[in-house]
């Protein structure tokens, strides 16, 4: 068993019942090729609620400064977590970030770039843009619907895949990109409310 398996394992046992978590869509995660998934931000817990109900493992981007708390940095790239500055074009964390997404793997973002301080979908950053025009990868919304509390359902509902041919072929901007995106996580979050 990998590490990753591993945390996955108890950070479900912990998180699952403590949050009813279910899960809609998750069949929209294609089994193999790249995959780039894009969810709203609600909560700190996001990215592990995402890891654990997202059938394939997730490589997240996260912020710089978490992998400057001693246990996380050593734990983080196990969970192949890596960094990326905020606020300013982070060329290192955009190579690596494409090349996860060159090797087939899957890779997780808050377009938001940061939480929600109200609950409500915040705008979207370019970066999801960029990437979803940049690669070949599928990209699938993803909604967390809360709020966190301690036995109240928690629902986490993958969309169906964006087709982004005709994006990638009108080479709209990655602006438009993440529009695109942002729009498609508003309306899974209407539904499912």
Not at 41 to 69: Q, Y
Not at 75 to 104: C, N, Q, T, W, Y
């Amino acid at each position: 068993m990998t590490f990753y398996s591993f945390a996955k394992f108890i950070v479900s046992v912990v998180l699952k019942p403590l949050y009813r978590i279910k899960v809609v869509g998750s069949e929209n995660i294609p089994k193999e090729g790249s995959v780039l998934i894009c969810s709203n931000h609600i909560d700190n817990l996001d990215p592990p609620v995402v890891g654990i109900t997202s059938p394939r493992t997730v490589h997240f981007m996260a912020k710089e400064e978490i992998f400057h708390v001693p246990i996380l940095k050593t734990i983080l790239p196990k969970l192949h977590a890596f960094p990326v500055k905020r606020g300013m074009s982070d060329r290192e964390a955009l190579r690596k970030a494409l090349k996860v997404l060159k090797e087939g793997h899957v890779l997780g973002l808050f377009p938001e770039g940061t939480r929600s301080k109200t609950g409500e979908l915040g705008k979207g950053l370019a970066g999801a843009g960029f990437f979803a025009l940049r690669s070949e990868a599928t990209v699938v919304p993803c909604a967390v619907i809360g709020p966190y509390k301690k036995f109240q359902p928690l629902k986490v509902v993958y969309g169906k895949p964006i087709d982004f041919t005709q994006h990638r072929l009108e080479k709209i901007s990655a602006e438009e990109a993440t529009l695109v995106v942002m729009d498609s996580i508003k309306e899974l979050i209407e539904k499912n409310r």
